[in-house]
């Protein structure tokens, strides 16, 4: 079964700085990998994903994650974060079986941006 | 509808009582998904269907947990006698059958057992 770890439960940030969130996953076989944002009050959205192709994957609003193969990671960026993002960010792997799906989330790392 | 909706928005009930948590996906959506999100958590995979069928219901922590589809869009998740140890938020997510497909998923239904 895969797994999906974040390194960071709770990140402060002051608007402007760069922004990384780490996420390693473990799964033997063929994943496919997303982040999702889920904003105060508001439900899970996706932010970015990555199936096949460029390992480095560009989603809305600024955010771009890279997937590194040999060391099962796919972390997420963003150069410099606005007030705005202030969110929890879920990092998601699903591993194809029975011809389906399965998606398996990470913990979720909150973000807090200061202005 | 535009989105996944999910109804009720919030429910508290007593412990030993029966609940049922609705999920209408989008349309055309035949892939249907329920969700357990618990404080401090990242959602967990509780069951899934294809059409009417539960392709897999793997993720059902028990007996008391069943979900039905019987038409192929609206989907019922049913706890009986909920414990304390289910108040959780339950999300629902649907997508096209493909594998690359996104799941999008609706608002949730806190649910809180007294």
């Known amino acids: 079964a895969q797994s999906v770890s974040q390194h960071n439960h709770h990140v402060i940030l002051s608007e402007a700085a760069s922004l990384e969130l780490g996420c390693n996953y473990s799964?033997?076989?063929?994943?496919?990998l997303f982040w999702y944002v889920q904003y105060p009050g508001q439900h899970l959205q996706l932010l970015l994903k990555?199936?096949?192709?460029?390992?480095l994957v560009k989603g809305i609003k600024g955010f771009e994650a890279e997937f590194i193969k040999s060391k099962f990671s796919f972390n997420l960026r963003k150069p410099s974060v606005q007030w705005s993002d202030t969110a929890e960010y879920f990092c998601?792997?699903?591993?194809?079986?029975?011809?389906?799906?399965?998606?398996?989330f990470g913990t979720g790392t909150k973000l807090q941006v200061i202005p | 509808g535009a989105g996944v909706s999910q109804t009720p928005s919030n429910k508290v009930t007593e412990k030993g009582k029966y609940v049922e948590l609705r999920c209408d996906p989008i349309?055309?959506?035949?892939?249907l998904y329920w969700y357990r999100q618990s404080l401090g958590q990242g959602p967990e995979f509780l069951i899934y269907?294809?059409?009417?069928?539960?392709?897999?219901d793997s993720g059902l922590p028990n007996d008391r947990f069943f979900a039905v589809r019987p038409e192929g869009s609206v989907s019922t998740l049913k706890i009986q006698r909920t414990e304390r140890g289910d108040s959780a938020v339950y999300l629902c997510?649907?997508?096209?059958?493909?594998?690359?497909?996104?799941?999008?998923f609706g608002p949730g239904t806190r649910l809180t057992v007294l």
């Open positions: 349309s055309g959506h035949t892939a």
């Open positions: 990555y199936f096949s192709g460029d390992p």
């Open positions: 998601a792997v699903t591993a194809i079986s029975g011809g389906y799906q399965k998606v398996t």
């Open positions: 997510a649907s997508s096209s059958p493909g594998l690359t497909d996104t799941q999008y």
């Open positions: 799964y033997g076989g063929t994943v496919n």
């Open positions: 269907f294809q059409g009417t069928g539960a392709a897999d």
